[in-house]
């Protein structure tokens, strides 16, 4: 069974079931029945044209659960006869579907909770790391957007900047190597920005592949978390990185900054710097007060503290990191390196295990625990 294909498909079955007219809700539904029947029958009689053929039982398991459904008997008379079997056009519908799930009746960030859910694949507990909130708020949150959208039909496609924001949040996911959908995120990218002409577009694919640039020397072969400034920048892809700082110099030039675009002047920065130590801090730091004044974020504010103990000591660090709330995830993990830096090893050790308890993946766990056995182990000699 080629698991992959599957998650291919599912796009371009769903967004056919809601061109005729299948609700997002109950489309999905019948989609996942469709999946969970492939995965029973495939094996045994693979059939010739996988995407028609999950098109039309897709197709049945709607129409069956509608005719079933009192609540939707005015809706099957409108119901067009089952499409017959046989190829069906291969179009990429995906971006597609990303406009049609941020539908104007849902707040941006429910339509961004129910795209990663429904199209980019991503578990509701990766939603809700991605969004910081607890997975049962993140549960509610997708289920209150699915009924609100129950019924609805998808005429009306949703805005530019929600669209970006999903984007943004796959690619972090799968950048993280929990799902591989980076690549994903870039290719609808790309698809977007050859069709409309928005900085902020421009800005988000700039920084897609700015940090896609440095993903094979963020690990150690065995798995391990390479901080940035301990990467070999010879694995850097030059190229990518030199697309991604003319695309987004073409962006500021048009002088309409938005939060993606300050994002990449701040890899960039990184990206230019030939060694760790000659980064432009000072710049950084300004760049995190432009991100800051457009989104007043706290994970902004977090990096920006980083920035500031790099730019101008460990001291003024630590003191713009106490204006932070410290239940911010990663937050302990950046006092722990800003107090290392400041010449305290025995807190930065306490603080690293810490952090590490909190860590969200293994990958940073690890690390993190490395780094407090590192410091120990000095405090002892």
């Known amino acids: ?82 499409p017959a079997p046989g190829p069906t056009p291969a179009v990429d519908d995906t971006l597609q579907l990303y406009f049609l799930c941020a539908h104007p009746s849902l707040t941006p960030s429910s339509a961004v909770a129910l795209t990663l859910r429904a199209v980019g694949g991503l578990t509701t507990r990766q939603i809700a790391q991605a969004y910081l909130v607890p997975e049962a708020t993140m549960a509610q949150r997708i289920s209150r957007a699915k009924r609100t959208v129950s019924g609805v039909r998808f005429d009306q496609p949703g805005d530019v900047a929600t669209v970006l924001r999903v984007l943004y949040l796959v690619f972090n996911e799968g950048y993280s190597g929990d799902v591989d959908l980076a690549a994903e995120a870039i290719r609808l990218t790309r698809q977007l920005a050859a069709v409309i002409d928005h900085p902020e577009v421009a800005g988000l694919l700039a920084l897609m592949l700015l940090h896609h640039a440095r993903r094979a020397s963020r690990t150690a072969p065995d798995g391990g978390l390479v901080p940035l400034a301990e990467q070999d920048r010879t694995r850097w892809d030059t190229a990518a990185i030199a697309e991604g700082v003319r695309i987004l110099q073409t962006a500021l030039a048009r002088d309409r900054l938005g939060e993606f675009q300050a994002q990449a002047a701040i890899a960039a920065l ?4 030939p060694t760790a130590e000659e980064t432009d801090w000072v710049q950084i730091v300004e760049w995190y007060d432009e991100l800051a004044r457009l989104t007043d974020s706290p994970v902004v504010r977090l990096n920006r503290a980083v920035a500031v103990g790099e730019a101008d000591g460990p001291r003024a660090g630590l003191a713009a990191l106490a204006a932070i709330e410290d239940s911010l995830p990663r937050h302990t993990a950046a006092a722990a390196y800003l107090h290392e830096r400041a010449g305290d090893p025995t807190t930065a050790a306490r603080l690293y295990a810490e952090a590490a308890h909190k860590a969200p993946n293994l990958a940073e766990r690890d690390y993190l625990t490395r780094q407090a056995a590192r410091l120990n182990s000095r405090t002892r000699h």
């Open 270 to 273: 990184h990206a230019d710097a």
């Open 1 to 82: 069974m080629d698991e992959a294909l599957l998650r291919s498909l599912t796009p371009s079955v769903l967004t056919v079931l809601v061109r005729r007219g299948a609700d997002f809700a109950a489309a999905e539904d019948a989609v996942q029945d469709a999946l969970v029947e492939a995965v029973r029958v495939w094996p045994d009689d693979p059939p010739r044209d996988a995407k028609g053929w999950l098109v039309t039982v897709a197709w049945r398991k709607f129409l069956d659960a509608t005719r079933s459904d009192t609540a939707r008997r005015r809706r099957e008379d409108r119901i067009e006869e089952e």
